[in-house]
């Protein structure tokens, strides 16, 4: 072989003296894909063959080694070599193979490191087998090496949890066995020479024997029973580190065995669906514009909504400035805030002298004009235009040119906010979702005249305040809420036609949601719907279907879990459905001439599910959403969307379009100004297409 020789496209070796070194270059996370794996084991033959060849090192370029199998090629037929066939290839090479780590070696990556003779980590180094949050197992060994290397109770919490180990962790439990400082390609050399020289000891993983722990097998069953009842891999992760006590070959059949129930499950196709939708959306029109560098933002508003911003923007290491119109209510905002830090200290994400110094950067005021300086001002007041127009007339007259305004409305028009300024362009929606110190989902919503810069700044605090930043037009609701607000009244009219509301809600959380409907209302308050459907009164279609049960529970004074009560019942030793409210539902369907029927869960699902497909498709249709895929992670990160179901209009694709055109037909039998088939869901299934094809 000629010295340093091309492979193929991402796989190449160099020589010096009787080491060579095999370098991974497949950007931008070097993924295990064809390629990679065609290269390896084209390089590891054509070097075990060279008499002049003694040792081999082995390493990524880039940022990072390998971050795993290409996920981009699940779902698709499998190419030769699998990843299973190029690790034990690298195991059973006849010459030492020493591994340079660096980044992060995931999944199928990891599972080529430990099938190399030595692995040696650069600091900052994570270690990981992932593969339970794409709803499969790790397939390419690591199942039965992680074990051999580190006991069954370290390859369970890894393998069940996912998680990232740093690398001296990894190093303490025998996974990895060395950290050192310096590049890849330096450490891959000098490993390879002092292997050559035997100054470290290499050694075959796949040799090593597993002792059976009972103990652990036994304590992450039940967890998984616990934490994962509906998903199909956590479960077996546990079966095929069960294996790993059998020679490692018969080791590796039963986890390939596994490993493909896993991958023809839809749970897997979902949760790749939810991976790439994370990703996607953070593509959008404006990407290549300047974000506005921010160092001061203020917050105006001191309730749940704005403590709970400022709280994050405090923990993402801005200067924050609160501002509320009277000294009490600043103080109760303050002392939100104070306490969501505690929250923080607490959940092991704040320690006492990073909770001073994030307090240190709390400011606060009760006259605008404290924010001239402000690069950016996120009003979170009550849902009130009137409020809303003056705050943003007086931001207009008080804030330097170029700092930016963003509203955190759930449903006013961003428009008429913008309306009320002289720079338009300036203004911005950002609609975090509550608690905004926790919840993962910022809608950055564009009005008709934000300008880019503006746009790519709301992106941009997203991503520092590590929350999933999705574009969204301007409509009643943007694409979150005004989706909830359709498929809600699905779970009122099955309501009002005989199911119980606690049924509605165990079906659903059955199907994989976080909460049930009435369940999420009574947490939200059920003021919150009264007011908004209040104030659609005067606009509400008259052939609308309307179910009054939510506002008569909210006439009585029973506002969900704040005041104890609402459809279920919260006081002191009080729980399950709220006798009243359930009476309600007796009146409502007397006074509506309703014979009450049965709903199975299964005709709950569906109802629910096709009344929340349709209302996306046309915020897809009508542009408010860019792509199929932003409406899905709207669902996944803001609404306790099942994240194995993908999405919505991923979860459509599943049972197809002509299924889902059925259904809306047959209720539409009962119904036909709420079921309404919308022209975009019409042409895809007339086109034998799928929501898939309009992603990117
Ligand atoms: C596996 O290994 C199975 C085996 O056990 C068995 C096989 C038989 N493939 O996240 P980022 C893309 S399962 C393809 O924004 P970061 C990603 O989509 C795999 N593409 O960067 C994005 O593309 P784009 C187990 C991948 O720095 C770009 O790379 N491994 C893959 O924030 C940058 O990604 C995992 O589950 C992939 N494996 O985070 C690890 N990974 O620019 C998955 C990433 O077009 N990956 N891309 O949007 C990660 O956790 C993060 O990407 C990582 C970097 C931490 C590596």
């Known amino acids: 072989m000629a010295a340093n020789e091309t492979i193929n496209e991402v796989i190449d070796v160099e020589r010096d003296g009787e080491i060579a070194l095999i370098r991974i270059d497949n950007p931008p996370v070097n993924a295990a894909g064809l390629k990679v794996r065609e290269g390896l084991v084209a390089a590891i033959d054509a070097l075990e063959a060279d008499q002049d060849v003694r040792a081999i090192g082995l390493y990524g370029a880039g940022r990072t080694f390998i971050a795993g199998a290409d996920i981009r090629e699940f779902g698709k037929p499998p190419v030769e070599p699998w990843l299973p066939d190029v690790v034990n290839r690298i195991e059973a090479c006849a010459k030492p193979v020493v591994v340079a780590l660096h980044g992060t070696a995931l999944g199928g990556g990891f599972e080529v490191a430990l099938a190399a003779h030595y692995r040696i980590g650069v600091p900052g180094l994570r270690v990981g087998l992932p593969e339970v949050n794409l709803g499969i197992i790790p397939g390419a060994g ?68 597993v002792e059976r722990d009972e103990a652990a097998l036994a304590e992450y069953r039940e967890k998984m029973a616990k934490q994962a009842p509906r998903l199909f891999s956590p479960h077996k992760c546990v079966d095929a580190v069960e294996g790993a006590v059998k020679p490692i070959a018969e080791g590796m059949a039963h986890e390939r065995a596994l490993y493909r129930e896993c991958q023809e499950s839809p749970q897997r196709a979902g949760l790749v669906h939810a991976f790439f939708a994370e990703r996607a959306v953070a593509k959008f029109p404006e990407q290549d514009a300047q974000p506005r560098e921010l160092n001061k933002i203020g917050v105006i508003g001191g309730g749940t909504m704005g403590s709970g911003i400022a709280t994050a923007c405090l923990l993402a290491g801005y200067a924050v400035t609160l501002v509320e119109v009277s000294p009490d209510a600043l103080e109760r905002g303050l002392a939100t805030v104070t306490k969501n830090l505690d929250g923080a200290v607490k959940r092991g994400k704040l320690d006492a002298a990073g909770r001073e110094a994030t307090l240190a950067r709390l400011d606060s005021a009760t006259e605008i004009e404290a924010l001239s300086a402000a690069d950016l001002v996120i009003e979170a007041v009550f849902e009130d235009m009137g409020v809303k127009k003056e705050i943003f007339g007086k931001l207009d007259a008080t804030l330097a040119p170029g700092a930016i305004m963003a509203t955190n409305t759930s449903y006013l028009d961003v428009n008429e906010i913008a309306a009320a300024t002289s720079r338009p362009e300036a203004v911005i929606g950002l609609h975090f979702f509550s608690p905004a110190h926790v919840m993962k989902l910022v809608e950055i919503v564009v009005a008709d005249h934000t300008a880019p810069e503006a746009v790519a700044t709301g992106f941009a605090l997203a991503k520092k305040l590590r929350k999933i930043g999705v574009r969204s037009g301007v409509c009643d609701g943007f694409i979150g809420n005004r989706i909830m607000q359709h498929y809600r009244k699905a779970a009122d009219y099955m309501l009002l036609d005989g199911a119980h509301f606690a049924d509605i809600d165990r079906a659903l959380e059955d199907f ?112 408010i959403a860019q792509r199929p895929i932003d409406v899905d992670a709207v669902l996944l990160f803001g609404y306790g969307f099942p994240r194995f179901r993908g999405g919505p209009l991923h979860y459509a694709d599943q049972i197809g379009l002509p299924e889902v055109i059925a259904r809306i037909e047959t209720y539409a039998q009962e119904d036909a100004h709420y079921w309404q088939v919308p022209g975009l869901l019409r042409r895809l299934a007339d086109e034998g297409k799928s929501f898939a094809d309009l992603n990117p």
């Open 142 to 209: 690591g199942t039965q090496r992680a074990p051999r290397l580190a006991g069954m109770h370290m390859a369970l919490d890894m393998i069940t949890s996912g998680r990232h180990v740093p690398a001296e962790e990894a190093l303490g439990a025998g996974l990895i066995d060395e950290i050192r400082e310096g590049e890849p390609r330096e450490i891959a050399l000098a490993g390879a020479r002092e292997a050559l020289e035997s100054r470290i000891e290499t050694r075959r993983t796949g040799d090593l024997t």
């Open 512 to 623: 994989g949601f976080a909460m049930g409907p009435f369940r999420v209302s009574d947490l939200a308050g059920l003021d919150i719907g009264w007011t908004y459907r209040k104030r659609h009164a005067d606009t509400r279609p008259a052939e609308e279907r309307y179910v009054r049960i939510a506002d008569r529970i909210c006439e009585e004074g029973m506002f969900g879990r704040k005041t104890g009560r609402g459809f279920y019942l919260y006081g002191e030793g009080e729980s399950g459905p709220n006798p009243a409210a359930e009476a309600i539902v007796e009146s409502e369907r007397a006074a509506a001439g309703v014979t009450p029927r049965g709903f199975s869960d299964e005709e709950i699902v569906a109802r629910y599910m096709t009344a929340m497909i349709t209302e996306a498709a046309r915020v897809v249709e009508e542009g």
